[in-house]
């Protein structure tokens, strides 16, 4: 059974920094393209960041320069470094792996920036 989890969501001030991890099972996790993604109440959800199988990156307009995705395989784990956060931010992000036409998603975890 595939299962994507995330996790390290959270408040926190506008300025400051968060760091997101998701934790995948039942993929042969160094074979997929993985991916975040966020939805803001009343928008679609869109893409944060993605990393390949030979780490190349591609970051939403919105985020580059503040965010940095990255991967291990050997802990089948994805993070999301975000830095320079603002309320614009504040979303609940998905963790996606996907893989040909197999695409897996988390179940999500919320992110709020406020003061």
Do not use: H
Not at 81 to 106: E, H, I
């Amino acid at each position: 059974q595939v299962q994507l989890v995330e996790s390290g969501g959270g408040l926190v001030q506008p300025g400051g920094s968060l760091r997101l991890s998701c934790a995948a099972s039942g993929i042969v996790f160094s074979t997929y393209i993985m991916g975040w993604y966020r939805q803001a109440p009343g928008k679609q959800r869109e893409l944060v960041a993605t990393i390949t199988t030979d780490d190349s990156t591609d970051y939403g307009d919105s985020v580059k320069g503040r965010f940095t995705i990255s991967r291990d395989n050997a802990k089948n784990m994805v993070y999301l470094q975000m830095n320079d956060l603002k309320p614009d931010d504040t979303a609940v992000y998905y963790c996606k792996g996907r893989r040909f036409v197999s695409d897996y998603w988390g179940q999500g975890t919320q992110v709020t920036v406020s003061s």
